[in-house]
Nanobody, 117 residues
């Protein structure tokens, strides 16, 4: 069994910061996923990739968040993070945690992030 639970969403002003967390539990090993990442979906838009990190530590970011967001993980706490700085109203969306094994992909339930003045 694999379970991903997101937390840390909320309401902040433009220019503010939030840190999202994704707590992962795995029946076999911990953080053995080939790829872990964050996706987001705003009303009326498609779900899009925000940031991802491979098992080897390589990271990739959407052009819209480069220089503002940082993806990281804490193996001791079995948790994936997304540090979001200089937030803009366009960042408002439901953010989802994603993790992929060799043959399976898993999703969290999502956490709401709202940026408003």
């Amino acid at each position: 069994q694999v379970q991903l639970v997101e937390s840390g969403g909320g309401l902040v002003h433009p220019g503010g910061s939030l840190r999202l967390s994704c707590a992962a539990s795995v029946s076999g090993s911990i953080f053995s996923f080939r790829t872990m990442g964050w996706y987001r979906q705003a009303p009326g838009k498609q779900r899009e990739l925000v940031a991802q990190v491979t098992r080897g530590g390589s990271t990739n970011y959407a052009d819209s968040v480069k220089g503002r967001f940082t993806i990281s993980r804490d193996n001791a706490k079995n948790t994936l993070y997304l540090q979001m700085n200089s937030l803009k109203p366009e960042d408002t969306a439901v953010y989802y945690c994603n993790a992929a094994l060799l043959l399976e992909t898993f999703w969290g339930q999502g956490t709401q992030v709202t940026i408003s003045s």
